[in-house]
């Protein structure tokens, strides 16, 4: 059983940078057994992936619209995964989730993740 929780939400302007943060933790467990993605969900709409990372850190994936913009990172000594945004834009705004799933390969599907964290809110005014 891993248990994520998400922090660093909050309300933003247009143009302006946020750094996400998920922390994982369970008892016996090695964070780097896990993939974890980076998804949003908006009010009505179903939950969409942002960024994934890898179980060491080196593979990483992003939607087309986060690329360039978008950086997901991990530290494994932490158990923690960050994903850094900038240039926000209000179209961005949602709760934001990341999940963790004990896979070799990042999906881009939020059904292939097994563990989720509670969401973090961002607000992106205009």
């Known amino acids: 059983q891993l248990e994520l929780v998400e922090s660093g939400g909050g309300l933003v302007q247009a143009g302006d940078s946020l750094t996400l943060t998920c922390v994982g933790s369970?008892?016996?467990?090695?964070?780097?057994?896990?993939?974890i993605g980076w998804f949003r969900q908006a009010p009505g709409k179903e939950r969409e992936f942002v960024a994934g990372?890898?179980?060491?850190?080196?593979?990483?994936e992003y939607a087309d619209s986060a690329k360039g913009r978008v950086t997901i990172s991990r530290d494994n000594s932490k158990n923690a995964v960050y994903l850094q945004m900038t240039s926000l834009k209000p179209e961005e705004a949602g709760v934001y989730f990341c999940?963790?799933?004990?896979?070799?390969?990042?999906?881009?599907?939020?059904?292939?993740?097994?563990?989720w964290g509670q969401g973090t809110q961002v607000a992106v005014s205009s």
């Open positions: 369970a008892p016996g467990f090695t964070f780097d057994w896990y993939v």
């Open positions: 990372v890898g179980r060491s850190g080196v593979n990483t």
């Open positions: 999940g963790g799933d004990r896979s070799w390969s990042i999906a881009q599907r939020a059904h292939a993740y097994a563990y």
